[in-house]
């Protein structure tokens, strides 16, 4: 956990929720999401986190794993997804820009629409991906207590919570 960050008043503090990807067999296990970036999400966000990683039930059933996350500003995290754009978030001077594939970019907007920020009302940027395909970039507004997620029926949601 990093300590300065808990500190940084300009920081802005999120709680990302993502459904949990681990498969236990037995005493095996498989981590899908650790295995499409190469490393557990904890050990990518950890630079970010504020508190240790925990788990509860998701909106929608399913269980999701929750990180408590301070973004100072200029931070953030992308993960590029092949030939469909990237999913990542960072702080721009106290705007949390949500970066998404174009295919969710519908979706967003309608879940986010209070939220997305004055000039962005006609919709999101559409930038190109580093990974290939085109990512759309929402600015989004946060209100102390929001919630927004977007569900992945039974395997829960991917989100952000304002802290």
């Known amino acids: 956990m990093n300590a300065a960050l808990r500190a940084d008043p300009g920081a802005l503090r999120v709680n990302l929720t993502v459904p949990t990807t681990v ?28 508190g240790p990683m925990f788990q509860r039930p998701g909106d929608n059933g399913g269980v999701v794993d929750v990180y408590p996350l301070a973004l100072p500003h200029g931070e953030g995290m992308s993960i590029p997804v092949r030939l469909m754009g990237e999913i990542g978030f960072r702080n721009h001077h106290g705007v949390l820009i949500l970066v998404l594939p ?44 929001m919630r927004k997620s977007i569900p992945f029926g039974r395997w829960g949601e991917i989100g952000m919570e304002a802290a």
């Open 23 to 50: 498969i236990r067999v037995g005493p095996l296990a498989f981590d899908g999401l650790s295995a499409l970036i190469g490393a557990p999400l904890a050990d990518v966000l950890e630079p970010m986190m504020v």
């Open 102 to 145: 174009a295919a969710l970019a519908e979706i967003t907007r309608e879940r986010l629409s209070d939220e997305i920020a004055a000039g962005q009302a006609a919709g999101p940027r559409f930038v190109e991906a580093p990974g290939g395909g085109i990512a759309a970039e929402f600015a989004v507004t946060l209100r102390s207590g």
